[in-house]
């Protein structure tokens, strides 16, 4: 990647993900630009006097660099809606990823429209690292939820980019339909031939587009489990122990403005380790 684009609101939280964009820095050879949205419709004095905490905040992360490390960090303050700013300023800079802190706790506002990190999941056309834990190195087991949208497949790549000598676990989970018709045995046979030509399907898919990766990327195990995806999902979580989850997302027709996807969501939500989400 060439591009790194980090959003931060000087908390705690975000200076984690300025922290995981400086390890992928040094493994990846990219640029990192450090951005603070300030918010609009200050009073003047008010709003000159933030902007020049903020500039000696993000200047002062730089120099707290080593100094082998502060080559190709850049800082930028822009006034605007912060959700919207990011995503502009993260176009306008050629970033291949924008990196934002943990979702802050919601209030009434963000129960209806979202946190600042879920409105940048939900708009941006770029991948989201949503960085929840501290960094401790470069990622080595990384678990993809697969559902075989062009978003799980985007996710999948990138996390590839972004953590090639890790261990990978892609689980795909479906529904086995419930049969209403005919003998006990006959639903059953129905139901077994089904999932098999699911899970043959599945598995000829993934082969295929395993295929197209670098040759020298680490084949990740796959598994593919029947049941809910959210259950598949925590349990693998349970076993496996990922420090990154990735995993596509989309929005629900008319709810588009209001929500992303209810299982990214849930876990943008509560997933300890941290978050690769990516749209189609």
Request: glycine share 4%.
């Amino acid at each position: 990647m060439r591009h790194l684009f980090v959003a931060t609101d000087l908390s705690d939280r975000s200076q984690r993900a300025f922290e995981r964009a400086i390890q992928l820095k040094s493994e990846l050879g990219a640029a990192v630009t450090l951005l603070h949205a300030l918010e609009p419709g200050l009073f003047p004095a008010i709003g000159e006097e933030r902007y020049a905490d903020a500039e000696d905040l993000l200047q002062n992360q730089i120099a707290e660099l080593p100094e082998d490390k502060r080559a190709g960090v850049a800082s930028d303050i822009r006034v605007g809606e912060p959700f919207s700013t990011i995503i502009d300023e993260a176009y306008k800079h050629d970033a291949e990823l924008i990196l934002v802190g943990q979702p802050a706790k919601a209030g009434l506002k963000e129960f209806f429209i979202g946190t600042t990190t879920e409105r940048v999941v939900l708009h941006s056309d770029l991948p989201v690292l949503v960085v929840n834990e501290p960094v401790r190195g470069a990622y080595s087991h990384v678990m993809v939820a697969m559902d075989l949208s062009e978003g799980a497949i985007r996710a999948l790549e990138t996390a590839y980019r972004i953590a090639p000598d890790a261990e990978f676990l892609v689980v795909h989970a479906w529904h086995v339909p419930l049969m209403t018709f005919g003998t006990n045995d006959a639903a059953e046979r129905v139901a077994v031939r089904k999932s098999r030509r699911v899970r043959e399907r599945v598995d000829r898919r993934f082969k295929e587009f395993l295929s197209d990766l670098a040759p020298q990327a680490r084949v990740p195990r796959f598994e593919l489990l029947e049941g809910s995806p959210d259950v598949a999902i925590r349990s693998q979580m349970a076993v496996f122990n990922p420090d990154l989850l990735a995993m596509g997302t989309h929005a629900r027709s008319a709810m588009k403005t209001a929500m992303i996807g209810s299982l990214s969501r849930e876990f943008l939500a509560e997933a300890r380790c941290d978050m690769l989400l990516a749209h189609a």
